[in-house]
């Protein structure tokens, strides 16, 4: 059930009667849970939660908190920070979950578990994984992007993942290590409970403290599991694509756990073997040694079906794939599992041999809406690509219709692109996709001449133009393709949705990708510890940047903004640039006289919907931090006030003792932002 508003402690009979009334106001159809804790309930409200990375295990950062409103949200103001300088912590990817009055994340390298007081911010508990020679190779360590929560026995828990592919599960009172869960781990220093050794269950040959031999492969993670029914569901990670030169590595297959026991369940296998579905999308002997297809995005679930909706990414090696020639299922895909066998439902392929880096970035959403008439349970999928993917959540079937439509071929050798790709018809693509002259900066006829002339090293074309090699026979030095691989939608700005109108708020931003790409003996000379045994024909070597116009943005703006889907009728119903329009713009010695609309700061809003407001964190013009306040239905913004840092990923809320706290994950460290 999705995280709303837990009762005072002190009234067990309302308690028990406002459960009953959420588990009726639950049913679809009927009035807003929000609505009726407002109206009837509000006195014993004390608490409203964020349970899980999305707030919900439908992933929508949606939030029945209503304290914040249009008129006191510009008086918001720090209320505490909490630093992870101890923890080593420096990305700040972690979103923390509020649940039963405590605070939790994850920090730093290692990855220690961290409860803390939510009123002040003050560290309860942590824990922290022993060390291996699996942690220290992981290119994920830092990265790691919440915990997970579910009750055994009446008891919280506090699971999580870690770079070096053990699942731990903690008291959540304690932070102690759950008794009766797992096996003992053959490592010192490893608790006798509470920890799984992911690396036994997927079948390769390994040693407890150095993991896998890079010649196999190497698997990490950084999303949380998720907890559906009682089973534990586990995603994984790999090293970056554009970090490989060989063509070895192992597959990130899902795993199954009992949440009470830490049994072995099941395995999904995202590289199909002879006999099972997908094999023939491999069209040599690739599947049995290549690999990736990991889920390192966050995973989503549909608890009354018990279905888990797992995005992955590419297969083995980004831009050069001529060694696993075909589609290569079940890579750059949403699959819908059976959270109690592991068995596939349904799947969906968004990029055919995905050479483009265009893995699956963010969660997919679940909400209930209105299609044709009916109530229908849909899956959105937000993408690199700037589509959106929307489906029937139980059945797979797409909410309206997606074509195959034909897509450029590789000028690479031995490179066999598919001839077609998934264009949905609906909803309308929602940032650039491709690229002409018509698409560049036209502030002045000058600016664009330069932007022009900067271009012409370049091969440019639309959707899914391929990657070109060095030496190719032309003049050209590379190809630039758009959106190029940090999207569109990326890792560090996910989507958003309000459940009860079933609009979708997606970020986005304009830009283009170009790659060297050359001999892979070139790229494997500049890997200390390479994965694999069998060097590329070809790999990335580096970027090539295009030069600016004046250090102005290549495009015509806005450069990122907030689009608000329908996901009723799949009809876009307003866009709004994100932040202020940056000084380098307003500045310019040829713009500075000019009238220009705001043009959107180039970075993507970290956002949340509440009761009331669409909020995002984003900068002003002079690149002094924001938080803004939006309306919902119009794209009208209601407020705005300063904050003190910039928000590298998601932001959260809730109430605690009947105070709304928003945090902003500020790098290092989390910043609580409340009404005085």
Request: include cysteine; charged fraction near 20%.
């Amino acid at each position: 059930m999705r995280a709303i508003g837990r009762l005072n402690r002190a009234a067990p009979r309302q308690h028990q009667l406002f459960k009953l009334i959420i588990l009726l106001f639950s049913i679809p159809g009927l009035i807003s849970i929000s609505a009726c804790a407002e109206e009837q309930v509000s006195d014993v409200i004390s608490t409203v939660e964020w349970r899980y990375l999305g707030s919900d295990s439908e992933h929508t950062r949606y939030s029945p908190a209503a304290n914040l409103t249009a008129s006191n949200f510009e008086d918001l103001e720090e209320a505490w920070v909490w630093d992870g300088a101890s923890f080593d912590a420096q990305s700040g990817r972690s979103t923390p979950s509020y649940i039963d009055g405590v605070l939790y994340t994850v920090a730093g390298p290692r990855r220690h578990v961290v409860a803390m007081d939510p009123s002040t911010g003050e560290t309860l508990w942590s824990y922290r994984e022993p060390n291996t020679t699996r942690y220290e190779y992981s290119m994920r360590k830092d990265y790691g992007k919440g915990v997970t929560y579910a009750e055994v026995d009446g008891k919280g828990v506090i699971y999580i993942t870690s770079p070096g592919f053990f699942l731990t599960a903690l008291d959540a009172m304690t932070g102690l290590p759950l008794e009766g869960f797992g096996e003992p781990v053959n490592i010192e220093g490893f608790p006798k409970t509470g920890v799984v050794d992911l690396l036994k269950d997927l079948g390769h040959e390994y040693d407890p403290y150095d993991g896998i031999a890079l010649e196999t492969g190497y698997v990490t993670a950084s999303s949380p599991p998720i907890v559906v029914n009682g089973v534990i569901v586990v995603g994984n990670s790999h090293e970056q694509g554009y970090n490989q030169s060989r063509r070895e590595n192992i597959p990130g297959d899902i795993l199954g756990y009992d949440a009470k026991t830490g049994a072995f369940l099941w395995k999904f296998n995202v590289l199909p073997g002879p006999g099972e579905f997908g094999h023939d999308t491999w069209e040599n002997d690739a599947w049995e040694w290549t690999g990736d297809i990991s889920s390192w995005a966050p995973l989503s679930a549909d608890q009354e079906n018990g279905i888990v909706y797992v995005p992955t990414n590419g297969a083995t090696m980004d831009f050069y794939g001529g060694f696993r020639p075909g589609d290569n299922l079940f890579s750059t895909s949403l699959i819908a599992l059976d959270v109690k066998t592991g068995k596939r439902l349904w799947h969906f392929q968004m990029v055919h041999h995905d050479i483009w880096n265009y893995d699956t970035p963010t969660a997919p959403i679940l909400m209930d809406v209105e299609h044709e008439g009916k109530t229908t349970p849909i899956v959105a999928q937000t993408t690199k690509q700037s589509f959106v993917y929307a489906f029937n959540r139980v059945t797979g079937e797409p909410l309206w219709p997606i074509e195959e439509r034909p897509a450029p071929v590789s000028k690479i050798p031995g490179e066999k692109l598919s001839l077609t790709q998934p264009f949905p018809t609906k909803p309308a693509p929602f940032d650039m996709q491709g690229l002409t002259e018509d698409d560049l900066i036209d502030f002045t006829p000058e600016l664009r001449a330069k932007a022009i002339k900067h271009l012409e090293p370049y091969e440019i074309g639309p959707l899914f133009h391929p990657p070109l090699h060095r030496d190719n026979g032309s003049e050209k030095i590379a190809a630039l393709w758009c959106p190029g691989d940090m999207g569109g939608v990326n890792i560090d700005g996910p989507s958003a949705a309000d459940p009860k109108t079933g609009i979708l708020y997606v970020t986005s931003r304009k830009g283009c990708t170009s790659r060297i790409v050359a001999p892979g003996a070139e790229r494997d000379e500049l890997i200390n510890a390479p994965t694999g045994s069998t060097i590329s024909d070809y790999a990335v070597l580096r970027y090539s940047r295009v030069e600016l116009p004046d250090g102005l943005p290549l495009f015509k703006p806005p450069y990122s903004k907030i689009t608000a889907i329908d996901m009723n009728t799949g009809e876009h119903l307003w866009s709004i640039p994100v932040g202020e329009t940056p000084e380098v713009v307003l500045n310019h010695p040829q713009l500075k006289d000019k009238q220009i609309a705001n043009t959107g700061s180039g970075r993507i809003a970290k956002m949340m919907v509440t009761a009331n407001l669409l909020i995002y964190a984003d900068v002003a013009s002079d690149g002094t931090p924001h938080l803004f306040a939006i309306d919902k239905a119009t794209g009208k913004q209601l407020g705005k006030v300063e904050v003190p840092e910039k928000s590298n990923y998601g932001i959260m809320t809730y109430i605690h003792k009947a105070k709304q706290y928003i945090i902003l994950q500020t790098g290092p460290r989390l910043t609580a932002m409340a009404l005085p």
